[in-house]
Each structure stands twice: as C-alpha cells, then as structure tokens.
C-alpha cells in the first residue's frame, strides 16, 4: 500500500519591524519556516498552530491568511506545504524544541541567513517583494 498524499503547516511568522521567525531543525540543513505535518482529524489552522507552539513557542493569537499551498516534490512525490502568514502572535522568549530545532531567530525578510532553503526564498520574494507565485516549493 502506498501514501497518495503528505500534508504540512508552516507559518510565516512576521514582528513589527516585518522581520521573520526561521528555524535551523536537528535533521536537516538550512533555515525554514517553522511548521510541520497535518495530523489526523485536524484542519490546517489547528496544524499550524499546534505545530508554531510545539517548535518556537508561538502562540497564534488571530486568524493567520493562507498564502498558497505548494508541491514538494523533491523528497516525496505526494508532499504539499500550505503556508500561511501569521501577524498575530505571541512567544514565549526564545523557547525552542531542543532536540528537533537546532536554533530559531528573527530575520529581515530581504536579508535570510545563508543556507536558508529555496522555497522559504521563494516563498519570501513573494510575500515581500511581489514575486509571482509559484505552485512548486
């Protein structure tokens, strides 16, 4: 039997000054946003949420907007990304899942760290600069 379909959450989380919250993971290079799988009998919102306190400590405090849902394809063939902006929140101070995520920090949105990963630019350049939307990560 084979999965036809992988689901993940990840938040664009933007402060005041329209910096960004991305998470350096334990198990995989690069920086990203944070987030993680849709579990079942949970709606993408619940997901989302669950995963930004489980990660970094974010608590969403308003309804965040839905920017896309993207194929990943490179790791599995059925794997899509919904990634939502998220202005309303609150954290705990740096709280972060140590063992899962190496290290979390707030980033100006024109400036990511080096080795911040392709779809986390490209999804970056089009919340902040415009870009057209792409239906791949």
Known sequence: MRRGLTLGAQGVVID????????????R???????????????????????????????????????????NFTNFPGDHIAVFVVRQWQRKENYRVPREIAESAMFAADEPPAF??????????????????????
């Open 16 to 27: 005041a000054e329209n910096r960004v919250l991305l998470v350096r993971h334990s198990y």
């Open 29 to 71: 290079p690069g920086w990203w946003f944070p987030g993680g799988g849709v579990e079942w009998g949970e709606t993408l919102e619940t997901a989302l949420a669950r995963e930004l306190y489980e990660e970094v400590g974010v608590i969403v405090t308003g309804a965040p907007d839905l920017h896309g849902v993207f194929a």
């Open 116 to 137: 911040t990963d392709t779809g986390t630019r490209k999804r970056l350049a089009e919340i902040f600069d415009q870009a057209p939307l792409s239906p791949s990560w």
